[in-house]
């Protein structure tokens, strides 16, 4: 097993579920991939915007299925079904690692995946049979201590466990739905192009002071954030990856011109990921 990039993956609505768009079949190219590439994950370690709480916990049980943590959907998307394993041993080692680093982290017997985590794997690894230990997060704290508990799981990745970040790289709500959901592929804003393409900039200069302080130093941040949950997995991904390579950003896009749908990988793998579905497009 070869040391796997960390991943950040932008889950935009759950309707992603049924009406896939462009991400969806990268997606599906993505889980093969980093099997062709790297070798299959022994497990998935998953941090999503929809997971939270005070302190860090692990959702150790032995099995999972998906929750249907929204409404007001279509009948057909809360038929859907991701009953993947658990990881109960891997929370033995992530407790280990992050009590190591200082942190403060709990253990429940609890399973249940969100929609930001099943969503994303349906597409990835449809057979549900990777173990999956979703660890819920503390979303007031800022970018720099998102990143250091990212630094902390960062030796997880060397062990053939693919860390996942999942969110929304652009994010406001009030924006799809305050004045009747736009189309699905309507034209993006400008105010979320400049923000995706200001974090892919300053991710390939590698300018983390810059990133870290993205709520001043981006242009919209507060509009594209208004709060900023759904952005902060990306800053776990990243310190697992690390400061040294840049983040690779794989997949761009947005879906009712406000909701970004960029994909990133972290670590000094990410780049040969990224070659490696250039050349499977290419194909």
Known sequence: ?????ALFLSHGSPM??????ATGPFLQALGPAIDATFGRPR???????????????????????????????????YQLQYNAPGAPALATTVQGLLSEAGLPVHRVEQGGLDHGIWSMLRFMYPAADIPVLPLAWVPNLPPA???????????LRAQGVLVMGTGSITHNLRRVFGGGRPAND???????????????????????????????????AQDMHPTDEHLLPWYVAAGAGGRE???QRLHEGVTYGC??????????EAGVLNAALTATEAA
């Open 259 to 268: 909701l970004g749908m960029d994909v990133y990988a972290f670590g000094a």
């Open 43 to 77: 497990a998935i370690l998953a941090v999503s915007a929809h997971s939270l709480s005070r302190e860090p916990a692990l959702l150790a049980a032995a099995q999972h299925h998906a929750v249907y943590d929204f409404g007001g959907f279509p009948d057909a998307l």
């Open 186 to 220: 309507a034209k993006e804003i400008p105010e979320s192009a400049a923000f995706r393409h200001w974090v892919a900039d300053r991710s390939a200069a590698r300018d983390w002071y810059a990133l870290f302080d993205y709520r001043t130093r981006a242009p919209h």
């Open 245 to 247: 390579a840049a983040p």
């Open 16 to 21: 992603l579920a049924l009406e896939p768009g």
């Open 145 to 155: 201590q998102q990143f250091a508990l990212g630094e902390a799981l960062a030796s």
């Open 1 to 5: 097993m070869n040391t796997l990039p």
